[in-house]
């Protein structure tokens, strides 16, 4: 490691610092919900939040009528940079950084770049006062150590796995940190310890602590293996041969282990995915069996090294408790043979495609939320932040798609060091420090490597997290022999259980005590583009559109439990405590159109927006459950920014964004920018552009208002321009310098190669002309 002037402390300066940069809010649209409803008796006054309407005698709600009145700010989201306090620790390398909940973030270990002084300093980041705390912490107090990992186990405890200590011996110890008491213990375990390593990856699953690759021995060779520790009995099981990566990434999702990037045998940097199926194999499904015999034959046959090192000082004057004796395994263990493992392994690697991050520049950070693989590619000394980017692979469907642009993200004159995430995979949080030279940079030009933070909510890109993603489908319970009635499932909730009798009149039995209604099935939805032009249309001068008419017709009644709305939908309980006209009449009218209307009804019960089911037309026809399809979606999404419903936004955005296809575009963007959606308002526009030639072919594009048309039409960059004929053959057959020929020549080839990818490695619906280079083995 390069010398340089050595630091006063690992701390950085203590003293009170300011934001490094303000927040543009990415605020949802505080538009007062629409008054469909008048006062029973006199009228009572609109508040003065309200937005203008006209109101007709049907008691019909007309929004303004300039659609751009109604937008939220369209100011974009970017995560603010704040300066952290107190003891901020300085140029810590290859620690561990977790987030434990309750707004807290721990370091522990790591060395210091300029000394090559190892630590294991215990700090704390408290999120809501931006403080860095040392934390005096008893018991077992681990030795020094880098390149370890430490979990979040149970919500309040640390598990610390591995590393290399001060002597660059590799550690195969297991301790834990109590965050509640600060205490550390090291349970005895049995079993085949594992080798010795550091730079590996370590996920939880069903009380299974699994340990992935990393790197070991006097030549610093690349292990291929992985195995787990059995949390309940602490006992380890036998390693299997998987994947060689170190400074990889590992996440549990769908009964798989998955492991993306890091480096390889050959210490290149790598865009391979592997992932192995766990499910109904016994090897990860039982506690491994250890026998007495075994266990001490493995005793005899594999000596243990018991190091009590010296207290290490380091310049801060904070000793190391190292009186507990570490367990380390040998650190030259010879290269031994390991069985497959059990499961079903897959790779699949990305060549490349116009929304595959390249792993070979920048600085990347990996972390993973609602079955994705997130990747923030970070500026580095090579790349700037124009060059960086957010991108996310569905881990169900295996494509990229590109979340954002660097210039979105990150603020220029700051590099980041370490990621971390909170449990739930709705935040994340990158720590770095500004760069040398910056106008925040250190003391003497120097980095701390931990004094800023942002935080980037991942809410705003339309992620649901972990514990709010679709739910899975449970298998069917066999009766058993001795009985004959099947087993019910457990109840999800009273709107779950009262969505059985959604939309049946009260006289089946149903206990239906409201009626909604909508626009009439009949109504021809051509003349309109879903809820965003019934309520956004052009000025009643503008004779190109057709206005809704006050005596529009209605669909029949929806019937639905007047309690599921007034607990679930907060528009409703206040109409119903003012004691409107509908609490009178019990019925109400939304003047949306009827498959909107009823998915939103149903969203009220659930929680859900189901998909289209192909096989199913009774969404159309009024029975069963009200599945919707992307135009009522888009609708939805205008009306959970009309009703303030942050959870029906987030399902909105998320299904939008993952399913954006070129015959709902140009509704998607519209949409989008009726509720202030910017970020996706943004990624509908750039996929019209990229599929321009087939969007405004689309009902959906010949729908749109006129305003509307020539707003995304300015959309095109200012130097954009369509190019045809010889020109186009000339840039075309010029892309592949001669190799392909002429330019009908060139375009067959890369639809026949883009093709035959799709078909050797995943076997999808659609072909799309833009599908990312993979190779699948």
């Known amino acids: 490691m390069a010398q340089q002037q050595q630091p006063a402390s690992i701390f950085g300066g203590s003293g009170p610092g300011s934001s490094a940069q ?37 008691g019909a709600y007309i929004m303004p009528n300039s659609p751009h009145r109604n937008r ?15 003891q901020r620790p300085a140029c810590l390398v290859n620690a561990s950084v977790t987030y434990c909940g309750n707004n807290q973030i721990y370091a522990f270990g790591g060395f210091d770049q300029y000394t090559d002084e190892v630590y294991n300093h215990v700090l704390r980041l408290d999120l809501v006062s931006h403080q860095w705390t040392l934390v005096d912490n008893y018991g077992d107090i681990p030795g020094v150590r880098m390149g370890h990992t430490a979990t979040l186990y149970k919500g309040d405890k640390l598990l610390v796995f591995g590393g290399e200590n001060e002597h660059r011996t590799y550690l195969s110890d297991l301790i834990i940190f109590d965050l509640k008491t600060a205490h550390w213990t090291q349970p005895q375990v049995s079993g085949p310890i594992p080798k010795g390593r550091a730079r590996h990856a370590a996920v939880l699953h069903e009380d299974k602590l699994f340990i992935v690759g990393g790197i070991t021995g006097h030549n610093n060779y690349v292990l291929d293996d ?16 998987f994947v060689g990566r170190f400074d990889h990434s590992a996440y549990i999702w769908g009964d798989r282990v998955w492991v993306f990037g890091g480096l390889s045998e050959d210490m290149d940097k790598v865009s391979d995915l592997w992932w192995l199926d766990l499910k109904g194999n016994p090897a990860f499904e039982s506690p491994p069996q250890i026998g007495y015999l075994e266990r001490s034959a ?43 493992a059990p499961g079903a392994v897959s790779a699949l690697k990305f060549v490349g495609g116009t929304n595959v991050p390249s792993q070979m520049q ?3 950070f990996h972390v993973y939320s609602s079955g994705t693989l997130l990747d923030f590619v970070t500026p580095a000394p090579t790349i700037t932040s124009k060059e960086c980017s957010l991108s996310a692979l569905d881990l169900g469907t295996l494509r990229w798609q590109k979340l954002a642009e660097g210039r979105e993200i990150f603020k220029p004159g700051y590099r980041w060091h370490y990621c971390t995430m909170n449990e739930d995979g709705t935040k994340a949080w990158l720590l770095g420090c500004p760069i040398e030279g910056g106008i925040d940079a250190g003391a003497n030009g120097m980095e701390e490597y931990l004094s800023d933070i942002m935080e980037i909510d991942l809410r705003r890109y339309g992620f649901l997290g972990n514990n709010a993603g679709p739910e899975a489908q449970t298998s069917l319970v066999r009766p058993s022999s001795l009985r004959t009635r099947a087993i019910e499932p457990p109840s999800k909730g009273l709107g779950a259980d009262l969505v059985r009798l959604f939309d049946q009149p009260p006289e089946t039995g149903s206990g239906t005590d409201f009626i909604v209604t909508a626009l009439s099935r009949d109504f021809d939805e051509d003349e ?11 000025s009643p001068d503008d004779t190109s559109q057709t206005w809704l008419s006050p005596d529009a017709p209605t669909s029949p009644p929806i019937h639905v439990h007047r309690l599921i709305l007034q607990a679930r939908w907060p528009h409703f309980a206040r109409l119903w405590a003012s004691q409107m006209s509908e609490y009178h009449t019990k019925k109400m009218h939304i003047p949306e159109p009827y498959t909107v209307v009823r998915a939103f009804l149903y969203y009220l019960y659930t929680d859900r927006i189901d998909p289209i089911d192909p096989s199913n037309d009774d969404h159309r026809s009024g029975s069963g459950s009200p599945t919707a399809n992307l135009s009522d979606v888009a609708g939805l999404l205008v009306l959970s920014n009309m009703y303030n419903l942050p959870h029906l936004r987030l399902l909105c955005v998320n299904r939008l964004s993952k399913e954006l296809d070129v015959d709902h575009a140009c509704i998607i963007w519209y949409c989008a920018g009726l509720a202030g959606e910017e970020w996706l308002r943004k990624r509908a526009a750039g996929f019209c552009m990229t599929h321009w030639g087939r969007v405004v072919r689309t009902a959906g594009f010949q729908r749109l208002p006129r305003t509307a048309l020539v707003e995304l039409s300015l959309e095109v960059d200012p130097e954009g321009r369509v190019v045809g004929g010889d020109e186009l053959d000339m840039i075309v057959g010029g892309l592949g310098d001669g190799r392909y020929g002429d330019a009908s020549t060139a375009l067959s080839r890369r639809k026949e190669s883009v093709s035959s990818s799709q078909t050797q490695m995943l076997e999808t619906e659609e072909d799309d002309e833009d599908e990312d280079g993979m190779e699948m083995s």
């Open 226 to 241: 992985i195995c787990y520790l059995d949390l309940k009995t602490f006992t380890w099981s036998r390693s299997w041969r």
């Open 362 to 364: 920048g600085i990347h």
């Open 72 to 86: 939220a700010p369209m100011d974009g989201y970017r995560p603010k940079v704040t300066r952290t306090l107190g």
């Open 22 to 58: 303000s927040q543009n809010h990415f605020a949802v649209s505080s538009l007062a919900p629409p008054s469909h409803l008048t006062p029973a008796s006199a009228p009572t006054p609109a508040p003065a939040s309200a937005p203008a309407s006209a109101a007709s005698s049907s």
């Open 528 to 538: 309109v583009m879903g809820s965003a032009l019934l309520h956004a249309g052009e």
């Open 298 to 340: 493995l005793a005899r046959s594999r000596p243990s090294y018991h190091v009590s090192p010296s207290p290490v000082i380091g310049s801060t004057g904070y000793a190391a408790n190292s009186r507990t004796p570490q367990v380390n395994t040998p650190s030259f263990h010879l290269r031994s043979y390991a069985p497959p």
